[in-house]
């Protein structure tokens, strides 16, 4: 039976979450989350506090799946590469981000895993509607800076 990781990011969650499901149907499961300091979405204070809080439920809910969930400091690719090798794991699973700067990294990690004999299967994320096919009647949304009044 084929063990996947599971790398969970901004989704914590074991519900509507479709990297779980799909890797849970496909073999074992190998929970993960990185905590990396050069990634841009690592923040203080109170998000960290939420994280923690968040970690901990996500901890409890994935126990009661008989997953014990990994967290790991230091670099996302020499994570990656480590628990693949402990876990004997040819696949990791992510939901996709939507931030410009995650898309980048997740393309640049995907090449990086290949080369190592890894593939990344990157599924949609549980959203209503993708951002990047939100309209409105004018064509996609944008952002002012100035009020369209003046």
């Known amino acids: 039976m084929e063990t996947s990781i599971v790398w969970f990011r901004n989704d914590l969650r074991v519900s509507c979450n479709p990297a779980l499901f ?3 149907r496909s073999g074992k ?6 905590w990396d300091d050069t990634l841009p979405d690592q923040e203080g204070g109170a998000s960290r506090w939420w994280l ?15 997953c ?19 876990s004997t794991s040819h ?14 990294f ?3 990690l995907s090449e990086e895993m290949l080369l190592a004999g890894l593939k990344i299967e990157i599924h949609p994320p549980d959203l209503l509607a993708n951002p ?14 100035e009020s369209p009044h003046e």
């Not at 969930?69 to 990656?80: A, E, N, V």
């Not at 696949?91 to 980048?104: F, V």
């Not at 990047?132 to 800076?145: A, V």
């Open 132 to 145: 990047e096919e939100m309209t409105g009647k004018n064509g996609p949304y944008r952002i002012f800076t």
């Open 91 to 104: 696949k990791i699973a992510i939901n996709e981000r939507t931030e410009p700067w995650a898309r980048s």
């Open 22 to 24: 799909h890797s849970s």
């Open 52 to 66: 923690y809080e968040s970690l901990l439920y996500l901890e409890r809910s994935l126990m009661k799946l008989g």
């Open 106 to 108: 997740d393309r640049a």
């Open 68 to 86: 014990p969930l990994i967290c790991g400091r230091g670099k996302t690719k020499d994570l990656l590469l480590h628990y693949a090798k402990i």
């Open 29 to 34: 499961v190998l929970p993960v989350y990185i």
